[in-house]
């Protein structure tokens, strides 16, 4: 067993690694209990308001179909401005478009996150508009 060490304010702190360990361990066991993995990284840990749901259902009823490919399977609203970046535009309905998270294509991964969940794509609703167009093009050529 080994020491970590830091140093935080001007103050040296020590502690074993074997305690950081379990630290982390029941950080990440706490996390689980009320977010997924997926939520977690989408939100970066921070706790969603409660008027959330509510907004979230109201939209995709609205809103049932991506914007990019037209599914209506695994549907989810995805924030222009990422949560995690400006929580006040969480309940922003001008900040949200619907994106699919389907097995075999995720749009929102893809489109909306660049393949990341730390990213994020400012030009979601143009680029949207581009592909869905470019799908339904490639739809009468096969």
């Known amino acids: 067993m080994h020491t970590v060490s830091w140093t935080m304010h001007g103050q040296r702190f020590y502690i074993q690694s074997l305690t950081l360990h379990i630290i982390n361990s029941m950080f990440f066991e706490l996390i689980n209990r009320f977010l997924s993995r997926d939520e977690y990284l989408k939100t970066l840990g921070l706790p969603r308001s409660s008027e959330w749901r509510v907004v979230r259902e109201k939209w995709l009823k609205d809103h049932p179909q991506c914007a990019v490919c037209g599914s209506t399977k695994d549907v989810v609203p995805h924030h222009i401005v990422p949560f995690h970046v ?52 490639n739809e009468h050529n096969f």
């Not at 097995?103 to 030009?123: E, V």
């Open 86 to 137: 400006d929580p006040s535009l969480e309940l922003d309905l001008n900040n949200l478009i619907t994106l699919c998270e389907t097995k075999s294509f995720n749009c929102h991964l893809f489109f909306g996150h660049f393949k990341h969940w730390t990213r994020s794509n400012p030009n979601i609703k143009i680029d949207a508009e581009y592909w869905k167009s470019r799908l339904k093009e």
